[in-house]
């Protein structure tokens, strides 16, 4: 139930006390709840997809914090650069006229391409935040349940592919620093759909450069930190952190694009509306 951002409200405060965990619980349980009916019609719709389709927990992660985000100090993402923010308003002005006009232009996640759990950096999500990591020589793969897909990372002093070789999650470098198995990601795709934020943010993720590190904290926990830079969309680094427990359920398998009969429903109703509208 920890949020990616801090409330803003709660400024540099890093952690919650034992006390404040139950009232807050029980707020962010009212919040998140999407079975509710008390508000307007509108506010209906928006929690339509219910609770049943949810796995966010119960309870506060173990570390208390009251972000993922701990870098910057504030707990929130950092201010663009103003060439990025001019970007992303004029990207978010031409998506309110084109995000029906066809697959490309609905998000990455419409598109099965990327979520925020599949990383890098793995970000929680609200299902599906399950993960199986093997180690073979030289290698090491992360498989997420949500999407379906699996990082392999060689442990390797290797540089990256060369720039012009993209991919949708990068080039992904592995190396041991002590207790820690440190990923080292560039060469991701160059592409108009960011990972980061609001799914369009139209600016590109050439210049992106994700550092993640896995520690063994005890013989069921991790902890995982990663740091995101890229100088094109940011003012300043930032870095999220979470615990990651052992689990024995197992990891079902999500079909997205087998099954993605969403993106097509949700371009059949646009086309619907436009033939709506022709007659009036």
Known sequence: MTPLERPVELGNK?????????????????????????????????????????????????????????????????????????????????????????????????????FSQSGPPFIPGNYNNFYQIAQATGVVAIFSEMGHQARIIPITDRPHLPPNIRQWAGDSVGHWEGESLVIDTTNFRAADQSRFGVQYDGMSDENLHVTERLTRTGPNTITYRATVVDPTVYT?????????????????????????????????????????????
């Open 14 to 114: 890093e952690f919650y006390t034992p006390e404040e965990i139950a009232a807050y619980e029980k707020k962010r349980g009212h919040d998140l709840n999407r079975d509710r009916r008390d508000g307007s019609a509108e506010a209906d719709l928006t929690r339509a997809y219910n609770d049943g389709w949810f796995d966010r927990g119960a309870h506060l992660a173990s570390d208390r914090r009251t972000s993922r985000l701990i870098d910057p100090p504030n707990g929130r993402f950092p201010a663009m650069t103003p060439a990025a923010a001019k970007k992303y308003q004029e990207m978010h002005a031409w998506l309110a006229q084109h995000a029906d006009d066809g697959p490309e232009t609905r998000t990455l996640s419409d598109q099965c391409l990327i």
């Open 236 to 280: 300043q680094p930032w870095t999220l952190e979470f615990p990651m427990a052992k689990s024995e359920h197992p990891v079902y398998e999500y079909a997205c694009h087998e099954g993605n009969y969403a993106l097509a429903d949700i371009l059949s109703g646009a086309r619907a509306r436009e033939k709506a509208a022709q007659k009036k």
